[in-house]
């Protein structure tokens, strides 16, 4: 007896010693769930990525457990209750209260600057939303515009639910492997490339050398080009570099919703920087700089207590995750099915949708159009982050006739620019193939390797499916190349998409340039319900061509 009562004293201090550890470090002593990367945790914590949402009440499971997430009061919570921030948002939090209360920051000039910047950085992710928010074209304006819809809409309420139009923004984005998983080491202040300047470009087979010289840059030139969304914006933060946006104070509300086009403004004002440049051509929606001046010396000594160098690592760092967690093809994928799926459940409230809608998608696009075999970012990179969702299509026929269920994506007819096929293994083939591409390729031309079984795309057979009933058929169509059209493009099954596939699973994309079109919204309208644009819907600029 005195042996176990020696025991159960040993028991009952270690479980005393414990307890009063846990409670001096403020830690739970509960079983804790399995530990994430912080990439998981942030993703959790700080937004929901379909929809781009700051988290209000949201559950999930890993490893078996069920976790609540509570509603943040900041960038971040936990699913367990004590979510440990990244290095920069406690690092930018630090700025803040050193800002507020040292007396010597109070009289600098550089200060409101750092404070403006740092709190542009802890509210990335609960801006979104607002950013996000689409254009509605109301139903007086489409009664003088678009008087056939609302004549749908009152033959047909069933059909056209809404007396409005919500056009939705649209972004481009990198495929993920594109990334840095951490900012590297700067050793010069500006990149080399600047638009337009071809002297200062890299070549076709240069890509890595362009990617190594944005990663080592501090900044890093950009500006519109033919439309404000530009595939070199998203290059620059996903090499962890800080864009200097030279003209985004003029960039409309409609555009580049994913982008914090507030901090872009400030990164301008940076302490040291001194950008100049001079308008050389003006010719349509294109524009061409000439660089006056490009400078950056930053201050000798700690500004308003502030390491700068330091500074700007963490804010570098701080853009890099949030772009690799928003900028990704992937990621405005998830965004895309999301609003279409919430708008199909607030408008068309009697179709229940499966939880993982949707498990097929058909990706028409135009063909024959002027440079569209060449690549087309906007219609490429949705498709890619799709194929990376849902996969490849995949149907198999019943012994007794008819199909499967149908699942992945199909791209009719196939965008060989994004797939790299048998003859592209060939060093020379796949060099030869990319410089016919635009940009050459770079990027995401060819990336993509074909699977050996893939479906062969022929027309009556894409047909057939369009025509198997709705349980059978596709869950969503997308057109993708709505910009396309009038361009010298043929645009096949549209009439059978119309005819045989509810207005509820269609969705249209526009990437063009300039905003979205009057005639081109009139064409396609009657056949979908969900609409977006790269360039946004302006009233008075898109009905007036």
Same mark, same amino acid.
């Given at each position: ?48 990525? +379909? ?19 509570? @509603? ?13 921030? /990244? ?9 803040? /209260? ?6 010597? *920051? ?62 939705? +923004?649209?972004?481009?984005? &990198? ?57 070199? /914006?998203?290059?620059?933060? $996903? ?21 914090? =086009?507030?901090?872009?403004?400030? &990164? ?12 050389? =051509? ?16 930053? +201050? @000798? ?13 963490? &804010? ?6 949030? @772009? ?8 405005? @994928? ?7 799926? %919430?708008?199909?459940? %607030? ?25 569209m075999d060449q690549g087309d970012y906007g219609t490429d990179f949705l498709l890619h982050g799709l194929l990376s969702l849902l996969g490849e299509f995949r149907a198999e026929r019943r012994a007794g006739g008819g199909y499967r269920q149908l699942r992945g994506v199909l791209d009719f007819p196939s965008r060989d620019c994004l797939y790299k096929r048998d003859a592209h293994w060939q060093q020379a083939t796949f060099y030869r193939q990319r410089a016919q591409q635009y940009g050459m390729g770079y990027s995401y ?7 050996? #079984? ?16 709705? $349980? ?10 709505? #910009? ?37 919204? *009139? =064409? ?20 007036? =061509?």
């Amino acid at each position: 007896m005195l042996d176990g009562d020696v025991w159960r004293c040993g028991w009952l201090w270690l479980w005393l010693l414990l307890s009063i550890g846990c409670w001096l470090t403020n830690q739970s002593c509960q079983a804790q769930p399995t530990t994430l990367t912080w990439n998981e945790e942030h993703a959790h914590c700080s937004l929901t990525l +379909p929809g781009h949402h700051h988290l209000s009440t949201h559950r999930f499971s890993k490893g078996g457990g069920s976790w609540h997430v509570k @509603a943040p009061s900041s960038n971040y919570s936990s699913p367990h209750g004590r979510c440990t921030p /990244h290095p920069y948002f406690t690092y930018f939090q630090r700025i803040l /209260h050193h800002l507020d209360t040292s007396s010597s *920051a109070a009289s600098d000039t550089h200060a409101a600057w750092y404070r403006g910047v740092a709190q542009e950085v802890l509210q990335l992710y609960a801006q979104l939303p607002q950013r996000r928010s689409p254009t509605v074209l109301s139903a007086d304006y489409l009664q003088r515009h678009f008087p056939r819809y609302s004549e749908l809409h009152a033959s047909n309420p069933a059909a056209y639910p809404t007396t409005y139009v919500e056009v939705q +923004p649209f972004v481009f984005g &990198l495929p993920v492997e594109n990334f840095r998983v951490a900012v590297a080491p700067k050793d010069k202040p500006f990149g080399r490339v600047v638009p337009g300047a071809r002297d200062t470009y890299f070549s076709l087979m240069e890509e890595a050398l362009y990617a190594d010289d944005l990663a080592r840059s501090q900044f890093v030139l950009t500006w519109k080009k033919a439309g404000w969304d530009c595939l070199r /914006h998203y290059e620059i933060l $996903a090499q962890g570099a800080l864009p200097l946006f030279t003209d985004i104070a003029d960039a409309p509300r409609e555009v580049l919703t994913v982008h914090p =086009k507030a901090l872009y403004q400030r &990164l301008l004002q940076t302490p040291g920087l001194t950008v100049s440049l001079t308008l050389t =051509k003006q010719q349509g929606v294109h524009r061409s700089f000439a660089v006056r001046e490009l400078s950056y010396r930053p +201050p @000798a000594a700690a500004a308003a207590g502030v390491n700068q160098s330091q500074f700007l690592f963490h &804010l570098s760092e701080a853009l890099l995750v949030y @772009a690799h967690q928003t900028m990704t093809t992937a990621a405005y @994928a998830r965004s895309f099915l999301a609003t279409i799926r %919430r708008n199909t459940q %607030r408008w068309y409230p009697t179709q229940r949708l499966a939880e993982d809608w949707p498990r097929s998608v058909l990706y028409l696009t135009h063909k024959n159009s002027w440079d569209m075999d060449q690549g087309d970012y906007g219609t490429d990179f949705l498709l890619h982050g799709l194929l990376s969702l849902l996969g490849e299509f995949r149907a198999e026929r019943r012994a007794g006739g008819g199909y499967r269920q149908l699942r992945g994506v199909l791209d009719f007819p196939s965008r060989d620019c994004l797939y790299k096929r048998d003859a592209h293994w060939q060093q020379a083939t796949f060099y030869r193939q990319r410089a016919q591409q635009y940009g050459m390729g770079y990027s995401y031309g060819l990336h993509r390797e074909a699977l050996a #079984h893939e479906l062969v795309r022929n027309l009556s057979q894409v047909g057939e499916l369009l025509r198997l009933p709705a $349980a059978e058929s596709f869950d969503l169509v997308v057109l993708g190349s709505v #910009h396309r059209e009038g361009w010298m493009s043929q645009l096949h099954l549209w009439d059978d998409v119309c005819r045989h596939v509810s207005r509820s699973r269609v969705a249209l994309l526009d990437a063009d340039d300039s905003p979205l079109q009057k005639f081109r919204l *009139a =064409k396609f309208l009657p056949c979908a319900a969900h609409v977006f644009a790269r360039e946004g819907y302006v009233v008075g600029v898109s009905d007036a =061509k």
